[in-house]
């Protein structure tokens, strides 16, 4: 591992970034690496993706969501929404119950095991939230959420 590390630690020596260094963009992106690196590791154990935990967040927050809803709010698309809850329904995550009204829709709720895994799940987020906000140093969170918020609605 320590070859690894030190091989790009040369190689970064020897390439200008040609200015990326200083972008908002490019650092935007490696800090986004880093940090779902990160929290990859720390759902590893519950055989959950981010885009996983953030279905099952919103689900949780808000039972009865249509999936059409969810991928909205989380920028999923359709196709890949549907194998994610797929997904989720086969382990016994998530369950689809009708909407009133509407045939071809589903209400989307946690099932006991869904809801178990996640207070688990949410824990190891809340530790890895920690490390990233211990990483920023004395940055005020709100002021950064709202900066973020702000770059997202671009």
């Known amino acids: 591992m320590i070859e690894a590390r030190e091989r790009k630690d040369s190689i970064s020596e020897e390439v200008s970034l040609g200015g990326l260094e200083t972008t908002v963009g490019f650092l935007l992106r490696l800090a986004q690496v880093a940090v779902f ?3 990859l590791a720390a759902l590893k154990p519950f055989d959950l993706r981010v885009t996983d935990l953030s279905v099952l967040l919103v689900i949780e927050a808000t039972p009865g969501l249509q999936q059409r809803v969810i991928g909205e709010v989380l920028r999923v698309q359709r196709s890949n929404l549907v194998t994610i809850i797929d997904q989720l329904e086969a382990r ?3 369950r689809r119950g009708p909407v009133p009204g509407d045939r071809r829709a589903y209400a989307l709720s946690l099932t006991v095991a869904g809801e178990a895994l996640l207070q688990k799940a949410k824990a190891a987020h809340a530790q890895h ?3 990233v ?8 969170k709100a002021q950064m959420l709202a900066a973020l918020e702000r770059i997202a609605a671009l």
């Open 129 to 131: 939230d920690r490390k």
């Open 133 to 140: 906000l211990d990483a920023l140093g004395k940055v005020d």
């Open 37 to 39: 690196k990160d929290l």
């Open 92 to 94: 016994g995550l998530v």
